[in-house]
């Protein structure tokens, strides 16, 4: 085996997927070359909770082959990386929470196997906050994943955001071409922001939840978090599509996204909301914004005032029905089926210690909150309410829509914060979100693409925020702000000059290195 | 709403999920700042709102009542913490 080439990390998706149909090098080299850039920062990052090398050369070889006889799939031999709330068949999947302990997924989602599909070669299971509920990935069972960015002069280390940190590091710090993602309330665009990749949820029902580890049934969407707009709409393109195991899925020809990036935005009306300028915003995203209003006018869009009027009861209402949601759904986790056990005196008492020790903190707080909200008596004040509350900040689009094609927003209030900053307040976490959960309240599609830098060197996103089922002009808008932001800037590769990793790393890294594990029964 | 311990206990139980003794005064008054929070949305109108309870864009599709999965009991109990032959194992339900 010859040793891996570092700079086939550098590329994009689309210029990887180029020079592999062109034979400038091989699927089973671009693999390698991640896995020992992966080697290398894994210790300092905790991006990845496992690598899966053996299929990972399986797949790369098979894409060889495939590229030799003319016969490349759309991502044909591009290494990615998977968060580990999609179900991988026979590797460990566990949502990051102690509940799913060495569950070993014996179905694949729909998601990964529409990229396997496609000829995508899977590196590795990626690191989240636990079953999605979190924007810093500090609640993960397998402990915080680290950004590759860092303050300007200061060492501390920082989130990538959440939940989908592992993705966004991962990306960011170029261990994967792109990554899968999920999104509830911002889970896919806060961490891209985090971390100056792209983000994007599509609408709700362009990809299938099947297979997807369950958080807030009507909120989740899965999608693509990428280094560039192309990048991500290439992956957005083989990762949707109707299918007949998930209801909610829309029975309709996916769009060719990459092909519609290529269109003029002449003409676009961007619509600015006057709802988003919050109290305590940092001036520099407020400046930010007012960048982008800049760029779009320069490139020849118009630009409207919205008005979006309850975008203040987005946030509390969400945190009504996402955990209304989870609380319902988690009610699969009781120790009988899959996971951890924990007995007790009966049944009843198996299930409750089961579940107490097999969630974290944030988890079990949002399953109180919910069946408080749904329980006799209190389900019309709280729940029945915030579903009302939600038709309204539907409804607050749909009459902004009728004026603009796009809206245009900062993605969240502030930049990356240090791990630990935030984590004794959930108040204080939960309005990370504030700019993000209108966009799943009201099922639209939205998107973060870098937009420029904090005076202290970490990347800041905007936020695109679409019509149902027009990512297409979305994603048009999307290359404008990257254009205009110039050449993307990436994180100096500080964990390559680290001393030799301590005890602890080293003992991550070999974990991480681990093929799936066979399942641990957990107690009894 | 204040969230006292007796109302922990019962969410608790409703919830399947203990909460120690010592830990249900610190339970409560954290549910009771969540919940004063989200408690802002009362002062909102929505007289006449239709509650939006789903996202789904189209009609459920239907499909023939058919069995098209199935017979792979060992699959399914093959991550079970306690099986046996193609059962799940539970703790006695019956005195």
Redesign the interface.
């Known amino acids: 085996m010859a040793s891996p080439l570092p700079e086939l990390t550098r590329l994009t998706l689309a210029t990887a997927r180029d020079g592999l149909r062109k034979k400038e090098f091989t699927a089973v080299e671009l693999a390698e070359a991640h896995l020992a850039a992966i080697d290398a920062a894994n210790p300092a990052l905790n991006a990845y909770l496992l690598t899966t090398r053996e299929a990972a050369a399986a797949m790369a070889a098979e894409s060889d082959a495939r590229i030799a006889q003319g016969d490349a799939r759309p991502l044909e031999g591009l290494p990615i990386g998977v968060k580990d709330l999609f179900c991988t068949k026979g590797v460990r999947t566990t949502a990051c929470s102690r509940i799913l302990d060495?569950?070993?997924?014996?179905y694949e989602s729909t998601v990964t196997r529409n990229l396997w599909d496609a000829g995508a070669v899977m590196l590795g299971k990626l690191n989240m906050d636990e079953f999605a509920m979190g924007s810093s990935n500090e609640t993960s069972c397998f402990g915080p994943c680290v950004s590759p960015w860092r303050r300007e002069g200061d060492a501390a280390r920082l989130t990538p955001g959440g939940s989908s940190g592992g993705s966004a590091s991962a990306v960011a710090a170029r261990l994967a071409l792109a990554a899968t993602a999920s999104d509830t309330g911002g889970s896919i665009r806060q961490p891209a922001a985090f971390t100056g990749t792209v983000g994007v949820k599509p609408t709700?029902?362009r990809c299938s939840r099947y297979g997807m580890v369950a958080f807030a049934s009507?909120?989740d969407q899965a999608g693509p978090i990428a280094r560039t707009v192309r990048d991500a709409a290439i992956m957005l393109g083989a990762m949707c599509g109707h299918d007949?195991r998930d209801?909610?899925t829309?029975?309709m020809k996916t769009p060719d996204f990459e092909k519609a990036l290529g269109k003029k935005v002449k003409g676009l009306r961007i619509g600015i909301p006057k709802e988003y300028r919050v109290e305590g915003m940092s001036p520099e995203i407020d400046a930010l914004w007012e960048q982008g209003v800049a760029w779009f006018k320069a490139a020849g869009a118009t630009i409207k005032h919205v008005s979006l009027p309850?975008t203040h009861?987005a946030l509390?209402?969400y945190?009504?029905i996402a955990p209304a949601e989870a609380?319902s759904n988690l009610?699969r986790y009781?120790?009988?089926?899959?996971?951890?056990?924990v007995?007790?005196a009966?049944?009843?008492?198996?299930?409750?210690?089961t579940?107490?020790e097999g969630?974290g903190p944030e988890v079990?707080?949002r399953?109180?909150?919910?069946?408080?909200v749904l329980?006799a008596g209190y389900y019309d004040?709280?729940y029945?309410?915030?579903?009302?509350?939600?038709?309204?900040i539907?409804r607050d689009f749909d009459e902004a829509f009728e004026s603009v094609d796009v809206i245009l927003t900062p993605t969240t209030p502030t930049p990356a914060f240090a791990l630990g900053e935030k984590s004794a307040s959930?108040?204080e976490m939960y309005l990370n979100d504030i700019f993000t959960v209108t966009v799943n309240m009201a099922?639209l599609p939205g998107m973060s693409v870098p937009a420029g830098f904090s005076a202290n060197g970490l990347p800041l996103g905007l936020q695109l925020i679409g019509k149902?089922f027009d990512e297409e002009t979305m994603l048009r808008a999307g290359r404008v702000i990257e254009d205009a932001a110039g050449p993307r800037r990436a994180p100096a590769s500080w964990w390559l000059d680290a001393a030799p990793a301590k005890a602890g790393a080293a003992k991550r890294a070999r974990a991480a290195k681990a093929p799936a594990a066979k399942?641990s029964?957990?107690k009894? | 709403m204040q969230i006292d311990d007796a109302l922990v206990r019962s969410i608790a139980r409703l919830a399947r999920l203990k909460v120690e003794e010592e830990q249900v005064g610190a339970v409560g008054r954290e549910l009771t700042s969540i919940i004063g929070w989200v408690e802002q949305l009362q002062s909102i109108d929505t007289e006449n709102v239709p509650p939006l309870t789903g996202m789904a864009s189209q009609r459920m599709a239907l499909r023939p009542d058919e069995v098209n999965d199935g017979d792979c009991a060992a699959v399914i109990v093959k991550n079970a913490p306690l099986a046996e032959d193609d059962f799940f194992v539970v703790p006695k339900v019956l005195e």
């Open positions: 060495g569950f070993v997924p014996d709700y029902g009507s909120l007949p209801a909610t829309v029975n309850h009861a509390p209402a945190y009504i609380s009610a009781d120790g009988v089926r899959y996971g951890l056990r007995n007790g009966d049944i009843i008492d198996m299930y409750e210690r579940r107490a969630f079990r707080r399953i109180l909150i919910g069946a408080y329980s004040a709280y029945t309410k915030a579903q009302r509350v939600r038709s309204l539907k959930p108040l099922g149902p399942p029964k957990g009894r």
